[in-house]
């Protein structure tokens, strides 16, 4: 009896479970299921904004490399060659120094070598034609650098204009679409929608790492031309009182 029981309960939890089982796996079976979209797709769905956008990308990245090599303090300042330029000035060689310049040309030298230009060849040097020469290659240089850098600050400011363009461009195809053909295909307005979405995702993208490396690349840049300034006044103290500056040999290293 009790084995004939057993069999009955087992009987009827198969009976039980089974449809459930079978209608859930019918039910996963009709669900459609979500589909991933590519990088490609989306950049696609962005629509005509995203060629200006791919273009300030491209941009961005190109600036940043550039700014990030020609803008390292050792390249700029060459610290390396500071206990040289020292010594010429100290034992007033300046054709000599000039044509170190001349070798080495970077943001240090030129100005450097501006300066001493205006010295004279039989000895007489007017320190204040010197600095004024030094002042004038100063700024030319400095706007020269901050061209690049200034790039990224329009890439930053440029790019989520762009992307709010593509975003104004994507809700007016999408309110188009609504007057045509009415509320009941949201399928019809997803391109618009999406349109909208990924071109203000896209330019905002792009303008966060622009302003940052911006500033970062403008801050640095700042930095090594006061010290520009403080190791050509050393030079020319140097050149003027023939003495060593104090602690030369530790700013040569």
């Not at 929608?193 to 896209?202: H, K, N, P, R």
């Amino acid at each position: 009896m009790t084995k004939k029981m057993i069999k009955l309960a087992f009987c009827l939890s198969l009976m039980m479970v089974g449809p459930a089982a079978f209608a859930q796996e019918a039910t996963e079976e009709a669900a459609p299921k979500v589909q991933q979209t590519t990088l490609w797709q989306m950049i696609q769905q962005g629509g005509w904004a995203m060629i200006p956008l791919g273009l300030m990308s491209t941009g961005m990245v190109y600036f940043i490399v550039q700014n990030g090599l020609a803008t390292r303090e050792k390249v700029l300042l060459r610290p390396d060659m500071m206990p040289e330029f020292i010594m010429l000035m100290k034992d007033k060689k300046v054709l000599e120094a000039h044509a170190l310049c001349k070798e080495n040309e970077t943001l240090f030298t030129y100005v450097f070598a501006a300066g001493l230009e205006r010295c004279s060849t039989k000895g007489d040097i007017n320190f204040s034609k010197v600095k004024e020469a030094i002042d004038e290659a100063s700024t030319e240089e400095v706007t020269s650098y901050m061209k690049p850098i200034d790039y990224l600050s329009i890439i930053g400011a440029t790019s989520p204009m762009l992307g709010l363009l593509g975003t104004v461009s994507g809700m007016i195809k999408a309110f188009q679409t609504i007057g045509a053909q009415g509320m009941g295909k949201p399928e019809a307005l997803a391109g618009n929608i999406g349109e909208a979405l990924v071109t203000t995702a896209t330019g905002l993208i792009i303008a966060i790492p622009a302003m940052l490396f911006y500033y970062y690349f403008r801050n640095n840049f700042i930095k090594s031309c006061a010290t520009l300034g403080r190791n050509i006044g050393a030079l020319l103290d140097t050149l003027e009182s023939g003495e060593l500056p104090l602690g030369f040999e530790d700013k040569g290293e």
